[in-house]
């Protein structure tokens, strides 16, 4: 049985081209929001980092009426560190929109997002979208859709996609281009007729696959999917199954149960088959189960999420500085912090070492431990973390073999012949060079994910900013060598106490400094960049000695360089094997991992 009175879909595309502007406005122009209300840009990224810097990082649920038609939206992020999200909702949806930027047409990310769609045979919607842009070439990209739906092997009827044109910002939608834009009812339009209905047995016995996990300090854990056979109601008692566990068999009872309508979750009494519900009450509920009705529990299939790349050492803050600007420092915080995160975020990975104040934390990539990090951060945790490590795996002839990435990277032509070198050096192999048009170049590399973990940084400065660098997972592959990673050593504070201008200034001559005056430093703190290869440590606390001969003002007054400050991305960039970056709500520092001089000579022989 189909039920025609909703729709299911899912937003997806490549980071920045418009898909939580796009959900705004069809909040906007559904009448989730009364006419006077005051409602923020991007009203779907709800987290205080998602803001900050533009991205989305969860997905996140949404509904909006059109026409007596229910359709459930799920906005999803376009980082490839963040795959893990896009592939689970998938499974929620009868279809896909993909949102594709109408200057820059498909990109990296792109291909990745519509190969999941592809894989489960889900039908695409193709929204082209930012056409109002002065540069927009809305017609070749078009081909450039067809092109890389021929190249994922789409089906006939996927290839037959609709197409509809679009202004996010402007708040329109047009199926032609020679159409007069009004508003987002051809969107609308082409939602309910191009994506099916979705389809189940309202008789059959109760199956819900969890898809997505949300958390609230109140009620715990919050299971969101879709209801494929059956009717789920408050007060059923329920069994869950997961198709990757076989042994599991949990009673559970379902103490609430919401729908989502606009930004809100709405208490329903009984939900019934295309629904998307969200379902409190049951502490061990995880993505990937299924709830079922007792008499016959059957788990529905669900793909592995992919396996973490990357991984970092979280460990107790032992700094002379530690517990100073903390709330939470102890290693059963950070303990406790490091497992919730587990709740939500399941491309993660937490192991416990052979030191109880040292845990290994894996991900899908620098941005997804930064996010954590960063999070940690503002709730009041202090902690230090290592320089990032790939994860090496064994293949069946024992060889040793490593993540592997493609990286796309758009320059401007002068700029080509620095980054074939810099790639190079970190064991690149350039796979293909294009132009892009308007002395635009396009360089593909195959290259180690620890290839790449620092270059960031680099890239933009050799870019001058204009550089777009864009990275996707291409699997595992023979380990290529060794990598130097840092051609500059570190300038190391000789003492504690608290920098001068007079310690600075003779310092500053060594190389850039990360600190100004007036900061509290210790000795082992890594306080700048030396400009030659080796460490140095320098007394930043130094004072100019005062005799009768030499007043303190007889000398011109000194001049500082600005110190270089580092954002936390830049930290984990420049922090090297043998140092620890120390993360506190108000502070981060750089740090040798042996902060005493003798015992860091000994131990460099």
Do not use: W
């Amino acid at each position: 049985m189909k039920r025609e009175d909703v729709r299911n879909i899912a937003i997806i595309a490549h980071v920045d081209h418009g898909k939580t502007t796009l959900v705004d406005e069809m909040l906007k122009q559904s009448g989730v929001f009364r006419a006077n209300q005051e409602v923020a840009e991007r009203v779907m990224d709800s987290n205080d980092l998602e803001r900050e810097r533009g991205i989305t990082i969860l997905s996140k649920n949404t509904a909006v009426f059109y026409k007596d038609i229910k359709i459930n939206i799920v906005d999803t992020p376009g980082h490839a560190d963040f795959g893990g999200e896009v592939e689970r909702v998938l499974k929620m949806v009868n279809g896909v929109i993909l949102v594709v930027d109408a200057f820059e047409g498909p990109m990296p990310q792109t291909r990745f997002v519509l190969q999941k769609a592809l894989a489960l045979d889900l039908p695409v919607i193709v929204c082209v979208n930012k056409i109002d842009r002065p540069e927009a070439r809305p017609d070749e990209v078009i081909d450039e859709v067809l092109e890389l739906l021929l190249e994922l092997d789409a089906s006939d009827e996927q290839l037959d996609c609709p197409f509809v044109f679009a202004s996010a910002k402007g708040g329109y939608a047009v199926k032609d281009l020679a159409d007069t834009p009004v508003n987002m009812e051809p969107l609308f339009e082409t939602i309910v007729s191009s994506i099916p209905a979705p389809e189940g047995d309202p008789d059959a016995n109760t199956q819900v696959l969890i898809s997505t996990i949300d958390y609230n300090e109140y009620v715990g854990r919050i299971g969101v999917g879709k209801v494929d056979n059956g009717a789920v109601h408050v007060n059923d008692e329920m069994v869950i199954v997961n198709a990757h566990d076989p042994e599991k068999h949990t009673k559970v009872k379902i103490s609430k149960l919401y729908e989502f309508e606009g930004l809100s979750k709405v208490d329903v009494p009984s939900a019934t088959i295309g629904s998307i519900v969200a379902i409190s009450g049951i502490a061990d509920i995880h993505i990937g189960d299924t709830l079922c009705a007792p008499e016959d529990p059957v788990a529905i299939p669900f793909q592995k999420i992919s396996e973490p790349t990357i991984a970092m050492d979280f460990m107790v803050n032992d700094s002379p500085f530690a517990g100073q600007e903390g709330k939470y420092v102890t290693s059963r915080h950070l303990r406790d912090r490091l497992f919730r995160e587990l709740n939500t975020d399941v491309s993660l990975r937490v192991e416990e070492t052979d030191s109880p104040d040292c845990f290994k934390v894996s991900g899908r990539g620098e941005l997804h431990l930064s996010v954590l990090i960063e999070n940690m951060r503002r709730e009041g945790y202090e902690f230090a973390v290592s320089k990032a490590q790939v994860l090496y795996r064994q293949d069946e002839n024992g060889k040793v073999t490593e993540p592997m990435e493609r990286a796309y990277i758009d320059i401007a032509e002068e700029y080509s012949g620095i980054v074939i070198e810099k790639l190079s050096q970190r064991k690149g192999e350039l796979q293909g060079m294009s132009t892009a048009g308007s002395g635009q170049t396009r360089l593909e590399f195959l290259i180690p994910a620890r290839g790449l973990i620092g270059y960031r940084g680099e890239f933009l400065t050799d870019t001058k900013g204009t550089g777009v660098l864009n990275t996707i997972f291409e699997g595992y592959g023979p380990y290529k060598g060794d990598i130097q990673y840092r051609k500059q050593g570190s300038l190391i504070a000789f003492e504690t106490g608290e920098s001068i201008t007079y310690g600075l200034f003779n310092a500053q001559e060594r190389g850039a400094l990360f600190i100004g005056p007036g900061e509290k430093v210790y000795a082992g703190m890594v306080i700048g960049q030396n400009g030659k290869a080796e460490d140095i440590e320098v007394n930043v606390c130094k004072r100019k000695q005062l005799t009768n001969t030499r007043a303190s003002g007889s000398d011109e007054a000194l001049k500082l360089t600005p110190p270089r400050n580092l954002s936390l991305e830049q930290y984990l960039e420049f922090v090297d094997t043998d140092e620890l970056l120390e993360v506190t709500p108000e502070h981060m520092r750089l740090r040798k991992k042996i902060l005493d001089s003798t015992l860091r000579k000994r131990a460099g022989r």
